[in-house]
DNA sequence: AGTGGCCTTCGAAACGTTTCGCCAAAGGGG
DNA sequence: CCCCTTTGGCGAAACGTTTCGAAGGCCACT
């Protein structure tokens, strides 16, 4: 059987009152906390969290909310939020939404009803609906790296992200300039084709062709995929920047088929394993994921609690540009065209 | 206000055992039954699991602990345990020991204070101490990928996969075969060792030589040093086995920096997305990852109904050879030779 | 009509904590 | 030396469920 505090007050004399006070940092002269000490390591004793969070209404467990794991990504912000959170004592529950709004909010009511004490979510879409549950129940939540209107969001700086790639590019001469994006039905995606829009027109004084950032399936294929229908056009763009991590591996891998000399420029997004990978060393606009996690860590922190300002937070962080081999970047002689 | 029971009660005139009886499968009435779902609806009731967890002494959360977040391995473990545990009405609290064997203690005593009715644990080290609080409370732990003693375990067949490496580089006209493992310290290490020596008596009629098999570090580094030493020695190996993704990883590395005919044939391990990106597609020993975590699931649910046999059970999945391009394990005449 | 058995419902007592209000003893200032 | 405040401790009442034993209603069978 397991020992509770009853047991620790038959051996002790104490009454229920002040064992708690013992566990809950009160005061207790010294002897009676040796007694209580004692008591606990010989009955082998540890506090019920449930039977506490029963009566204190806290259940000292945050719920993840993913829109997938398997993405360096994800895995990173899990990990750093995790051990964040549990240095302050509270467990983290992980939920994989598969991609699919559906099962994102049926996962938030999941956790609602494990009575999560708040919601780091990295949402799988635009819509914000599936938070109702927790709204409603005053259960804070926090977002990473979509903004999500009425909510703490840490996100980064996704149009100037896109447009430090963008100035590298036209800096070493490139003025036809391709993207690999996905469609605009997510923050992401929408901030980052408009940041290469505006930055394109910023540099070159054009709007790019349409042609040259048609929405990819979000997905290593639709990066291959885009690759080659970019290197196809009539007037193929001489460098090509990649949005997101799956796009920019897909695009490797159709870079890694093509003749050298027929290779389009690449800046790819966000992997530095990828990076170790593949030679020449890779060109990558890579983002701040520990600190994304450990920010978002930290606001939850706060709004657990009751701290923070009364309106949403947004927290917006910078990118950074890993300039790889010269090659990776640099305008190429039009072989083709000199014959 | 979070409504309640009692709550329900007020609009319904029902008792709380009955409420208690609908909630949890009872028997109840047609109208009964229509007066509560209508009460809740209008109330947004949802159970307090909380609560529920308390008085029936299942907090239906179980602990997933990890030696390590970041790797393709145990993402999907976490992953489909999850999804399969969710199923089932529990949550998943993961824990990162970042490979450290006192974190690892740390986070099963957390767990266990959490009231999780069972832990996965993919473990660090070969200690199985750190399970002493969970045998204690009677709490089922599975473990994945390694075999501990005296507990549930679901495991690859280490010495086969191996094996099947080695058969494919023999068969291909290999004599001289190296392998980049970790230190025996591991059970997952030690096999494979083991299963490499094993096969490559059966196969050549001799023992390779210890240099062929020396430990490196687990990592991308210690693969990347690991072939760098292997192809210096004065007798190297033709061909290499890696027993583990990191190594096979950092051997990529340093196999992509060779010329080609120095390269050796290289039989990796376990990584897909590392196969869709390397051309020459790679050989690969791979692991049934989603399998792995299924059984251990299916394992721990059982334990958890307090099914399953007395002993321990012991589940061993069978590896698969993705053979890749044929000059990936292909013995190569040694040019450097011929001069 | 009486008896036995099932089905449904009920009240009340847990589960293991925290918290509230109260009390006694100790300490400090005038 | 008295009064006031602080400190440490206590009993009892929560928190929102589940569960146990009992009881009432209904039906079928003698």
Not at 194 to 200: E, H, L, N, P, Q
Not at 256 to 268: F, I, T
Not at 292 to 304: D, I, P, S, Y
């Amino acid at each position: 059987m397991v020992a509770t505090y009853k047991d620790i007050r038959r051996l002790t004399g104490l009454s229920l009152a002040t064992i708690s006070k013992y566990y809950n940092g009160g005061n207790v002269l010294g002897p009676n906390r040796e007694l209580i000490e004692e008591a606990a390591a010989g009955l082998d004793y540890q506090v019920n969290n449930v039977a506490r969070g029963l009566r204190s209404r806290r259940s000292m467990t945050i719920g993840v909310v993913l829109d997938q794991l398997n993405s360096t990504f994800n895995t990173t912000i899990v990990s750093r939020v995790e051990e964040r959170l549990r240095e302050a004592g509270y467990g983290t529950i992980i939920c994989d939404a598969r991609q699919d709004a559906h099962s994102q909010a049926e996962v938030v009511r999941f956790l609602i009803g494990k009575m999560v004490d708040g919601i780091v979510v990295v949402p799988v879409g635009d819509d914000t609906s599936f938070l109702k549950p927790a709204r409603h129940r005053d259960v804070p939540v926090v977002a990473i790296d979509r903004l999500m209107p009425g909510t703490d969001s840490v996100v980064i700086d996704n149009r100037a992200a896109i447009a430090s790639a963008v100035q590298l590019l036209t800096d070493s001469g490139h003025t036809t300039i391709g993207l690999l994006a996905g469609p605009d039905t997510t923050y992401t995606m929408r901030e980052r084709r408009a940041g290469f829009r505006d930055a394109v027109r910023a540099r070159t004084g054009l709007l790019p062709r349409v042609e040259l950032l048609t929405p990819e399936e979000v997905s290593i294929e639709g990066g291959y995929a885009g690759l080659r229908r970019l290197i196809h056009l009539s007037a193929p763009p001489t460098a090509v920047v990649c949005a997101n991590y799956g796009l920019t591996l897909g695009a490797s891998i159709a870079q890694n088929e093509l003749g050298s000399d027929l290779r389009p420029a690449l800046v790819g997004f966000d992997n530095l394993e990828l990076a170790r990978l593949i030679r020449p060393r890779p060109t990558l606009v890579t983002q701040p994921i520990d600190k994304l996690a450990l920010e978002a860590a930290e606001l939850l922190l706060q709004r657990l609690n009751g701290e923070g300002p009364d309106e949403p937070v947004t927290i917006i962080l910078d990118t950074t540009l890993m300039v790889g081999h010269e090659s990776t970047y640099q305008l190429k002689p039009r072989v083709r065209m000199q014959r």
